[in-house]
């Protein structure tokens, strides 16, 4: 199939309405976690300070949550556990796309690798427009992307599409959404004729595939 443009595809599942969301429902989190941590005394002590990620992690996945509850974000969602069974990560899921979450301290680099991630990155491939990756721009799944924040203070957040080479980082990544103006519609390019198309034709194969795997 032909590469799909994986800044168009991204736009296409997380509207530019959707976007303009992320920077208040961050804010809110973090400063939830902070009042929560500054009133709660067993929350100050410096093993439960070296953990403070933990609280945001938490306190982001609720406000996540609730967007999603209310259908600000019109998106299904599920609780998906890890491959080994240590917890639960909140799974996004737009029409032909899985959104996750992430805190991360480097905004230019992927998250550790998990199995979810990994098995998640490589859906990605249709992006890819190498010559190397011709082969493999099947359909494998649905796509995957990552909603990076970050890090101990909100400082940066981006939407991003992970390369399968973990070493590789990103085949996109959004400008820090934290900066982004307002958006009307008149701001919003047009979309080119053969970019549209692309996306169009990847969605057909993501629900054929579907379909094939009993999605």
Do not use: C
């Not at 303009?20 to 709660?40: G, H």
């Not at 070493?167 to 982004?180: A, K, M, Q, S, V």
Request: hydrophobic fraction near 40%; proline fraction near 6%; avoid cysteine.
């Amino acid at each position: 199939m032909d590469t799909v443009s994986a800044k168009q595809f991204l736009e296409d599942q997380v509207s530019a309405s959707a976007r303009a969301l992320v920077p208040a429902t961050l804010q809110a989190a973090y400063s939830a976690a902070s009042l929560l941590i500054k009133q709660e005394p067993i929350l100050q002590v410096l093993s439960a300070v070296d953990n403070r990620g933990r609280i945001v992690s938490w306190a982001v996945d609720l406000a996540f949550e609730k967007l999603l509850q209310s259908q600000q974000w019109p998106y299904e969602y599920q609780w998906r556990e890890f491959a080994a069974p240590t917890g639960r990560y909140l799974e996004i899921r737009p029409s032909h796309s899985v959104v996750t979450i992430s805190q991360v301290a480097n905004s230019g680099k992927q998250p550790r690798n998990v199995v979810f991630r990994e098995n998640g990155r490589l859906n990605n491939e249709p992006f890819f427009d190498l010559d190397e990756f011709r082969d493999e721009r099947e359909v494998r799944g649905n796509p995957h992307f990552l909603l990076i924040h970050g890090h101990q203070d909100l400082t940066f957040a981006h939407l991003a599409v992970p390369h399968s080479l973990h070493r590789r980082d990103w085949i996109y990544r959004t400008p820090n959404l934290l900066h982004l103006p307002h958006i009307v519609r008149s701001d919003v390019p047009p979309t080119e004729t053969t970019d549209f198309e692309a996306t169009m034709i990847l969605k057909e194969e993501i629900e054929k595939w579907r379909k094939d795997h009993g999605e």
